[in-house]
């Protein structure tokens, strides 16, 4: 689904993020990618979403070389972004305007587009009360939870029906109730749909909850990628459960030897 080749990217000629960096993602798999602050971990989400270009190698979505964000790739960012003047149900159904599913577009006729507001509608529905805030859309965001908010923001991107989705840091302004709640709605989100999916995190529970497979990222240039396999993913109620705490610790030593590694410059 994903293939990353001998990817280079760095700010400027004083930092390197990524020389010669290969690594794939599967169809259907869930990855999460921890690293030390400043790694290149949001970096390379933006890469991946066609938001930053590569400097060198390239980057491929279902074969397809990757130079500008791609209709079929939905993003969440951890600033959920709702427009603060629109409903719940405005700021979901935003995508869809802005792709001219929904709403005239001049290609369509009157029929059509009141079919396809119909459709659009239902699916709208379906996953504003799939996450549990069906009933909150005639709501505005400051009437809402953080939780609430950014339940909203991943509806709008599933409501594009995405084949990859990519979030970055996504709960990490959450209590942890809310935050572990949330957690197990996406993992059960990737039961369902089995669709590919990157989560940047900084939180090593959260990494091993909703990853099948963990890229930990370098504070030096990264050059081959650090993947660890991970049969634990989805274990939201066992924190507690020795196996669960000995993948999360070899996780932490993984990213103390990372966090550790001198910073170097690409020449």
């Known amino acids: 689904m994903i293939e990353v080749q001998n990817l280079y990217f760095g700010y400027g000629e004083a930092s390197c993020l990524f020389a010669d960096f290969s690594f794939t993602v599967e169809k259907g798999e869930a990855w999460t990618v921890i690293g030390p602050s400043g790694c290149g971990k949001t ?24 130079t500008r964000p791609r209709p079929s790739t939905g993003l969440v960012l951890q600033d959920h972004g709702l427009l603060p003047w629109a409903t719940v149900l405005d700021n979901t159904r935003l995508g869809l305007k802005i792709r001219k599913f929904y709403g005239p ?30 009933r909150l859309q005639n709501m505005y965001p400051a009437q809402l939870s953080r939780g ?8 709008r991107t599933l409501v594009l029906e995405p084949d990859l989705l990519l979030m970055d840091e996504p709960f990490s302004a959450l209590d942890a109730p809310i935050r572990e709640e949330l957690q197990k709605v996406m993992f059960q989100f990737h039961q369902q749909s089995k669709m590919t999916s990157l989560i940047v995190t900084h939180d090593i529970e959260e990494a091993v909850v909703l990853g099948e497979k963990i890229l930990v990222l370098d504070n030096c240039c990264n050059r081959f990628p650090k993947i660890v396999p991970n049969d634990l993913s989805g274990a939201v109620g066992k924190r507690s459960d020795p196996d669960f705490i000995m993948k999360c610790s070899q996780i932490r030593e993984l990213l103390a030897v990372c966090a550790n590694s001198p910073p170097l410059k690409e020449h």
Do not use: F, V
């Open 148 to 155: 609430q908010r950014q339940r909203a923001a991943i509806a």
């Open 105 to 134: 577009d001049g290609k369509h006729s009157p029929a059509d587009m009141q079919m396809d507001e119909k459709k659009n509608k239902e699916r709208i529905d379906y996953w504003l009360n799939w996450l549990g805030i069906g």
């Open 43 to 66: 970096t390379l989400l933006y890469l991946i979403a066609g938001l930053n270009k590569p400097t060198g190698g390239e980057i491929r979505i279902n074969s397809e070389k990757i």
